[in-house]
T-cell receptor, first 114, second 115 residues
């Protein structure tokens, strides 16, 4: 298996622009997680899905953030409009409950908002 | 609510010396415990986990961790550190039911191994 795939790996955009981050989880995994990592705040859980259904989005910082999972093999995290404080590394991870939810992380998307 | 504490932001150790990265947890009921490692510009990678049974768990790259229920700790150890072990280490805990299915991560500990 190729592991969790994220795209793009790097994104530089200007304040006010829409940003879409993409994730392909490992086949057969029933949980998908979106995290944000910064030096100041560490690793933050933004939202997670179980069987494509959003379960807990309490970590989403503002209404500017939204996430979807239209099918078992694809998820997006969208920021609209983006702000400089959104600059961070965004990780997608997947897991399956039969494996005690041991998580497999993607390589991350480094987002820079100018 | 479940939580994890990694009391040290940074651990420094000389190559060849033993290393310990500390983790304490709080969870309702019996815990599932995990250690992950993050190398620069990479995602987190699974190192080892405790589910049940033997309190000493062995994982990848020569790492091991000891589960201590009375002290609610799960410290990561390695008998002889390598420079290549320098990375960010995360401890995580989850419970057995309901919302506790989802692991909670600590803030991470930066391990620096000096030549």
């Amino acid at each position: 298996d190729a592991g969790v795939i994220q795209s793009p790996r790097h994104e530089v955009t200007e304040m006010g622009q829409e940003v879409t981050l993409r994730c392909k989880p490992i086949s057969g995994h029933d949980y998908l997680f979106w995290y944000r990592q910064t030096m100041m705040r560490g690793l933050e859980l933004l939202i997670y899905f179980n069987n494509n259904v959003p379960i807990d989005d309490s970590g989403m910082p503002e209404d500017r953030f939204s996430a979807k999972m239209p099918n078992a093999s694809f998820s997006t995290l969208k920021i609209q409009p983006s702000e400089p404080r959104d600059s961070a590394v965004y990780f997608c991870a997947s897991s399956k409950v039969q494996d005690y939810n041991e998580q497999f992380f993607g390589p991350g998307t480094r987002l820079t908002v100018l | 609510a479940q939580s994890v504490a990694q009391p040290e932001d940074q651990v420094n150790v000389a190559e060849g010396n033993p290393l310990t990265v500390k983790c304490t947890y709080s969870v309702s009921g019996n815990p599932y415990l995990f250690w992950y490692v993050q190398y620069p510009n990479r995602g987190l990678q699974f190192l080892l986990k405790y589910i049940t049974g033997d309190n000493l768990v062995k994982g990848s790259y020569g790492f091991e961790a000891e589960f201590n229920k009375s002290q609610t700790s799960f410290h990561l150890k390695k008998p002889s550190a390598l420079v290549s072990d320098s990375a960010l280490y995360f401890c995580a805990v989850r419970g057995h039911s309901g919302g506790s299915y989802i692991p909670t991560f600590g803030r991470g500990t930066s391990l620096i191994v000096h030549p």
